[in-house]
């Protein structure tokens, strides 16, 4: 009987050693770090961080939702979550960002005063992901990137919707 316990137990500990990539499939709850953002970062967001969140796929393909959706492929190399953004919106992203330049030069053209503004805009497709997964894998933290401006990283934390 304690022969089949202690096997019991070892067959249990071994089912959570799973290798971490197959722990990250699934979807993650965003927040913006609180102790590293500043409250101006989460407010440029407003309510979008409401349904902010990551999906990994087993076929190495990713969603953020983060207000619109971006997507692209993911690999993990040791604990570093590398991510290549391909869509925005469901569209290639030269396309969108195609299209959001010829939206600024329309804006520029109708309101000079705003032409500074509507730069911003076709840079505002990309989305450049930098993160790390936690050692026990139930946490992902690293920085996010809105856009083609340096003031736009943020820090984020991931957890696991269980």
């Known amino acids: ?44 967001l407003g309510f979008v961080l409401q349904d902010f969140h990551l999906e990994l796929k087993k076929d190495h393909t990713y969603l953020v939702k983060l207000g619109i959706p971006f997507e692209g492929n993911w690999s993990l190399h040791g604990n570093h979550l590398s991510c290549q953004q391909t869509k925005v919106m469901g ?3 030269a396309d969108a960002e195609k299209y959001m330049g010829q939206v600024a030069e329309l804006g520029k ?16 497709m990309r989305m450049d992901l930098n993160l790390n997964v936690g050692e ?9 990137q809105w856009g083609s401006l340096s003031n736009n990283r943020m820090k984020v934390i991931f957890k696991k919707d269980e």
Do not use: H
């Not at 053209?109 to 505002?124: N, Q």
């Open 1 to 44: 009987m304690k022969f089949l316990g202690l096997l019991l137990l070892i067959v249990v500990a071994l089912a959570g050693c799973g290798k971490l990539e197959d722990r990250l499939y699934g979807t993650w709850k965003g927040q913006v770090d609180p102790d590293v953002s500043s409250a101006a970062d989460a407010s440029r």
């Open 91 to 93: 569209a290639p992203v």
């Open 109 to 124: 053209a109708m309101d000079k005063t705003k032409a500074k503004d509507m730069d911003k805009l076709s840079g505002a």
């Open 136 to 144: 026990d894998g139930k946490t992902i933290t690293g920085s996010l």
